[in-house]
């Protein structure tokens, strides 16, 4: 396809627009973080490394990243294994109820945060009886990471059809074996897709996190958001915030090799 | 191979997908041991649903399907001892092509030296030794095929599905390829069930063609059976092309009743005052002269109200396009003519008919005509 000279230069501009509202502000971060001043004003008055040694010794900083760390980890494996199992019953079994199900599985994703929040909150507490805790945050994480596994794998499961696994059958392995040797080295890098997705929801969420986290349980974004107003803690946050761009770099980075990877293969 | 054990038994198979009619309507069939055998009809007619419910990735509604005298009806697929070759291959893209043909060895629990030097060895089999390290995406089309073949036949089936394995293919790779599979069913010595819409091809491979038309089975013989003496216009038409004579036209032009078929090579036309070298012959004029190379399909008008084909070698004397809109006399031999003797369900609908068309239609399709 040819564009003309001015459509060109017209599409480029725009998207250099584009890109440099959504990476001006982060380098506004990244700059801050070397800022002398503790305001978050602009320009900065003078340039020092004190924020990221204090940054790496902020107790609080560590404890809410590991926090997060664990409480996304968990919930991506709790995603992984129910998203790629209701994806298979959807997609490879006739039900009753199946559209309703498919429904219901792909919801959460559309509710509003605060609604799951309050729900879980009451189911918790009021119905089962549960004391709130870092298991809770998990559980409520899951409900709305399930559904990115669940819709990358479906999509994956629906254009394999079931030609290789009716081959697999054909040759003598079973239900397990098939879905071992076929059907889970196929569905590889939808779950990594999947995964990264989910894992990237739970780490950044936090509204359904504050309804549902126990006392002392303190997720990075709960953490930063009780730190920004406080002077004394504004440009550890901004230490913390390019941290966390430069390494959700690299899992990107690697989805995006192994799909290019995948597309030249096939 | 006994009568009373055959490789593959049907008894009253049927298989309805929730639709007015079933899609296999009460097929009974037995197979036999070494055979190859084609099951032939138009796409919808049933014939690769049989072949799933006997590979057990279907259920059929009612019916059993015996291997070897052994009911497996309510078998799995993985627990029969069948293997398909599909359509599309179904080769794993992520093995390589080795693994691949490896893999029925593989479940089975086959130590992964053995299997390796079984899969080479069926790789040499169908001409691809040095192949085994590369993916099926690097692969043509025929190659593929060949994959697929060793693949299924490496774990030594007693039966061997192929789901139109040819259909993928251009016309010389597809002829390669028949002459291939003659010669593997016959080094393997296992049964082949052959599903294709192809008539030449099941003509050509066959030991035995099942004619299948809406769930049944239309015919039931020998690749000459079926085309010298097709028992309905339906298979009359669909395998090789066919004039077909219902019962008025039989009784005006043939001077018999019933319906018949006669086939276009055949036919002779000649000139209106030439002598007769043929025992039986109708004044018409000819509507229009194709010319297909070695032959030329001449479509004559008769004046009893009935378009007729012949086809005729391309000789010195050959008919030619300025020839159009003469007087001319069709014959025939009556040995020739065929009497249909089943009537299919469907042809009281002339306008939807397969079996009329071919006499009708006056530019009737190439594809259909055996003398290609």
């Known amino acids: ?63 809410a990243v590991l926090t997060s760390v664990q409480i996304a980890l968990i919930a991506t494996l709790v995603s992984l294994v129910l ?30 945060g605060i609604i799951t929040g309050i729900a879980l909150n009451n189911a918790f507490r009021t119905i089962l009886g549960v004391q709130l805790s870092i298991a809770t945050v998990i559980v409520a994480h899951a409900t709305f990471c399930i559904v990115t596994v669940f819709n990358n794998v479906i999509a994956r499961l629906r254009r394999l059809g079931t030609s290789y696994e009716e081959a697999s059958a054909d040759l003598g392995a079973g239900l397990w074996t098939t879905f071992r040797l076929v059907t889970f080295p196929q569905l590889r890098s939808a779950l990594l897709a999947g995964g990264l997705l989910a894992f990237a929801l739970s780490f950044d969420e936090i509204i359904v996190t504050t309804f549902t986290a126990g006392a002392g349980v303190k997720t990075l974004p709960i953490w930063i958001l009780d730190n920004l107003f406080r002077p004394s803690q504004a440009p550890i946050v901004n230490v913390i915030a390019v941290v966390l761009v430069l390494v959700s770099i690299v899992p990107i980075y690697i989805a995006q090799r192994i799909a290019g990877a995948e597309k030249v293969s096939r | 191979m006994s009568a009373d054990r055959p490789a593959i038994r049907l008894t009253g198979l049927t298989k309805s997908f929730g639709g007015a009619a079933n899609a296999v309507d009460g097929i009974d069939l037995d197979i036999a041991e070494g055979e190859f055998f084609s099951m032939l009809g138009p796409s919808g007619s049933g014939k690769t649903t049989v072949l799933r419910l006997i590979a057990g990735f279907e259920q059929p509604t009612a019916g059993t399907v015996s291997l070897l005298g052994e009911d497996v009806t309510d078998r799995a697929p993985f627990d029969r001892d069948v293997n398909t070759v599909f359509q599309d291959y179904a080769l794993f893209p992520h093995m390589s092509v080795l693994d691949n043909v490896a893999y029925g060895l593989r479940v089975r629990g086959v130590s992964r030296r053995e299997r390796h030097a079984q899969a080479r060895q069926a790789l040499e089999t169908v001409r691809l ?25 490496v774990v030594r089936p007693k039966v061997l599905l192929l789901d139109e394995p ?113 025992q039986r012959t109708a004044p018409g004029t000819l509507a229009e002269v194709i010319y297909v190379g070695s032959t030329s399909r001449l479509i004559v008008d008769l004046d009893a109200g009935m378009r007729i084909i012949a086809l005729e070698q391309n000789d010195a004397h050959r008919v030619t396009e300025d020839e159009r809109g003469s007087r001319v006399s069709v014959g025939w031999q009556d040995s020739d003519i065929v009497a249909l003797e089943k009537a299919t369900a469907d042809t009281t609908d002339p306008a939807t008919d397969p079996a009329t068309d071919t006499a009708t239609d006056s530019a009737p399709k190439l594809t259909t005509d055996t003398a290609r």
């Open chain 1, 1 to 63: 396809m040819r564009l003309s000279r001015l459509a060109r230069g017209i599409l480029g501009a725009v998207t250099g627009v584009i890109l440099l509202v959504i990476y001006l502000p982060l380098m506004v971060v990244l700059v801050n973080s070397f800022s002398t001043s503790t305001s978050l004003v602009w320009p900065p008055p003078g340039l020092t490394l004190e924020w990221w040694g204090r940054a790496f010794q902020s107790e609080g900083a560590l404890e």
């Open chain 2, 129 to 153: 030794g040095g192949f085994g390290d590369r993916k099926p995406g690097q692969l043509s089309g025929g190659q593929r095929q060949r994959v697929a073949l060793a693949r299924a036949t």
């Open chain 1, 83 to 112: 998203g790629t199992l209701i994806s298979l019953a959807l997609q490879r079994f006739a039900f009753f109820g199946r559209e309703a199900v498919s429904l219901l599985v792909i919801l959460p994703i559309a509710l509003p």
């Open chain 2, 166 to 278: 040819l259909g993928a293919l251009d016309l010389k790779l597809r002829e390669q390829m028949q002459v291939e599979l003659k010669e593997l069913q016959r080094e393997l010595g296992i049964t082949f069930i052959f599903v294709t819409h192809d008539q030449e091809e099941a003509l050509t491979l066959s030991d035995r063609i099942a004619v299948f038309n809406e769930g049944r089975i239309e015919q039931l013989g020998t690749p000459a059976e079926i085309y010298d003496r097709p028992l309905s216009p339906f298979v009359a038409a669909f395998v090789g092309t066919s004039n077909i004579f219902p019962d008025a036209l039989s009784r005006a032009v043939l001077g018999r009743g019933g319906m018949h078929a006669l086939r276009p090579e055949k036919v002779t036309v000649g000139r209106a005052d030439a002598v007769p070298s043929t």
